[in-house]
């Protein structure tokens, strides 16, 4: 299984697209909620360091709390 993401030109450098196959996702059913949130918690973790300062304060005034 191969995961993709598609930057698509008339939002470039306004996010991309990102495509997972129905296999992906029933895997992903299987999971526990344990691992779901190991997921969800890593993937936050990952995010916040990659993301500029001026990137997350956008990010936090996008969810309100800013």
Do not use: C
Not at 20 to 46: C, H, L, P, R
């Amino acid at each position: 299984m191969k995961n993709e993401i598609i930057p698509k030109k008339e939002n470039a450098g306004k996010g991309f697209h990102y495509t997972v196959t129905d296999e992906q996702i029933a895997e992903y059913a299987k999971w526990t909620i344990e691992e779901k949130m190991n997921w969800i918690v890593s993937t936050a973790g990952f995010i916040n360091k990659v993301q500029t300062p001026e990137e997350r304060k956008l990010s936090r005034q996008i969810k309100g709390k800013e």
